[in-house]
């Protein structure tokens, strides 16, 4: 400690780009003073204050270095008293260190709750039967050279692991295992891949539909004004179909690029449903359905986005209506839970019902019950992906039930309170 003050004396508290001007000047006027008093012409005194100058500057620079180097010395000393159990507990990712005999002495909590709880002294190879991880195991103790594994962990639920493996230091007999989480990043890629193919395969299908009868036009049907009215009338379909599905894609796609702060606009939900019913009536109309309302008195406010709010009704009530048209009613019900704690609106048809197994995925891109007759209806397969982005963004919640030959219910659950 009286080291460290004895530095901080000869350093001074002055800047440094201003100490050794400073301290020159000092002893300048100092000794040309003495010197003249005592009868000289400044000229010893001059050479007196170049010397006490170099000596300070010397004097300062090596004091420097040695505060240099004990600051850099101190993190240095802290690493060294830190352990590998520490730095192994600090790591998120599951962690393992084995020694020669592949057995455990080291494993952090990331690992005991990913893998289970491993006893120390355990034999990792018995904890990981898999082949590929035995045979990591065996490259890592034999080459001593670092080693990388893709394994896919089955049980109890299935997740992806980039397994990075290496020595530590030389000659300690103990190694690393660090098992890096891939699931998330492979669900995205797989999603993404299965997006393009399922794209690329609904917007193939009507164009190849089109291409066909522009050659068979420009062919053989060329001067049939009755086949070409045909044809015509099937190619505006399927071009309509294709600008349905690149308008929900983009509709998707703003969704999805939008930032995550919550709607605040105060949304009147009676208002709002009994506008898109009215102008669902004419689908209703074609598909033979009754649409029947059922809101309460009592106004159900929310905060939410009206234009997002009426695109998911919308796709509710007319998916009702198209594909619950054997009920020949739909039923819009509004529910107010309490002061303050939310509502719902449920939109119920009285059709032919959705089989339990498909339920879950009824929410996915492009994922459709019966293909044929969706796109009979005209559905691109993402209304379902829409309406679920729309309401994550407005914390609501849509709960789906149905009974194969009893119809089904979509439940729009809006949480209470300010947002």
Sequence with gaps: MKK?????TVLGDTAPGV???????????????VDLFHGGNGLVALGAACAFLVGLWLANAEAKREVKAELEEKPKQAIDRLTAP???????DPLYIVNEAREVAFANDAAQEAFGSVAMGASLQLKFRAPEVQELLDRLVSSNQPQRLDYLERVPVERAYRIHAAPIGEGTGLFILLFRDQSETRRIEKMRSDFIANASHELRTPLASVSGFIETLR?????????????LSIMHE???????????L??????EMKPFSKPSEQVELNRLVSGVVDSLNHIAAENNVTIELDMPQDPLRISGNKDELVQVFQNLIENACKYGSDGE????KGQAFGHGAGCSITVRDFGPGIPQEHIPRLTERFYRVDVETSRAQKGTG????????????????LSIRSKVGEGSSFTVSFPGGEK
């Design 4 to 8: 460290t003050e004895e530095k901080k």
């Design 19 to 33: 100490r050794l001007p400073v301290a020159a000047a000092l002893a300048l006027i100092t000794l040309i003073g």
């Design 86 to 92: 520490q730095l192994g507990a600090a790591v998120y």
């Design 219 to 231: 062919g053989p049907a060329r001067e049939d004004a009755k086949a070409r009215d045909h044809f």
């Design 238 to 248: 399927q071009t309509s179909r294709m600008a349905r599905l690149i308008d929900d």
């Design 250 to 255: 983009l509709s998707l796609s703003r969704l």
């Design 329 to 332: 009613r739909v039923i819009v």
């Design 382 to 397: 993402l209304g379902l992906a829409i309406v679920k982005h729309i309401l994550s963004r407005h914390d609501a919640r």
